[in-house]
T-cell receptor
Framework: EAQVTQNPRYLITVTGKKLTVTCSQN?????MSWYRQDPGLGLRQIYY???????DKGDVPEGYKVSRKEKRNFPLILESPSPNQTSLYFC????????????FGDGTRLSIL | AQTVTQSQPEMSVQEAETVTLSCTYD???????LFWYKQPPSRQMILVIR??????QNATENRFSVNFQKAAKSFSLKISDSQLGDAAMYFC????????????????FGGGTRVLVKP
């Protein structure tokens, strides 16, 4: 089954404790993105990758890191999480080409205390 | 930069009635895509309908239809014969069609409209 898999689905942690949210897709997609969702603001792009070893900042990259060492995986790293990073996070992927549909993961709810 | 605005934080509709959700956007591009996504309590992002800006004909998908007014930069969603399963958060989204501006096929979202369906 074609899917984007995020883990964990829920995480409660404390300020300053490094964490990684994993994202994996099995559709051989070139493009992958991370978004965060906040009430009233919709989803905003954090980082994106257009292929292996090619990553770039989205609209809200501060406090986040990403890597794309393999085509299927695109982890989101919070090196020193802070309470303002409490949010719902989505990973998305698509084939190259602007007419290609986005496939979303099921979301990760992060709470930073 | 493009912006998407949904002016209705919440809408309520009686089962079997029709509800229309508003969306306006701002862009200087001529070629782009517009989308409506549904997010039920399960948090999944479900694509409801898509419109290509170069197409004058409004997109329809079963009970869902859009009113796309390119000059006015307006893209409303009409849900006909509303069902209890339509209760969800709905997001309007924009995507550039230009490859050089692809940004990983970035979607720019509005703030969302919560739809409540009364039995």
């Amino acid at each position: 089954e074609a899917q984007v898999t995020q883990n964990p689905r829920y995480l409660i942690t404390v300020t300053g404790k490094k964490l990684t949210v994993t994202c994996s897709q099995n559709m051989n997609h070139e493009y992958m993105s991370w978004y965060r969702q906040d009430p009233g603001l919709g989803l905003r792009q954090i980082y994106y990758s257009m292929n292996v070893e090619v990553t770039d900042k989205g609209d809200v990259p501060e406090g986040y890191k990403v890597s794309r060492k393999e085509k299927r995986n695109f982890p989101l790293i919070l090196e020193s999480p802070s309470p303002n990073q409490t949010s719902l996070y989505f990973c998305a992927s698509s084939l190259q080409g602007t007419n290609q549909p986005q496939h979303f993961g099921d979301g990760t709810r992060l709470s930073i205390l | 930069a493009q912006t998407v605005t949904q002016s209705q934080p919440e809408m309520s509709v009686q089962e079997a009635e029709t509800v229309t959700l508003s969306c306006t956007y701002d862009t200087s591009e001529s070629d782009y895509y517009l989308f409506w996504y549904k997010q039920p309590p399960s948090r999944q992002m479900i694509l409801v309908i898509r419109q290509e800006a170069y197409k004058q004909q409004n997109a329809t998908e079963n009970r869902f239809s859009v009113n796309f007014q390119k000059a006015a930069k307006s893209f409303s969603l009409k849900i006909s014969d509303s069902q209890l399963g339509d209760a969800a958060m709905y997001f309007c989204a924009y995507r550039s069609a230009g490859y050089l501006k692809a940004a990983g096929n970035k979607l720019t979202f509005g703030g969302g409209t919560r739809v409540l369906v009364k039995p």
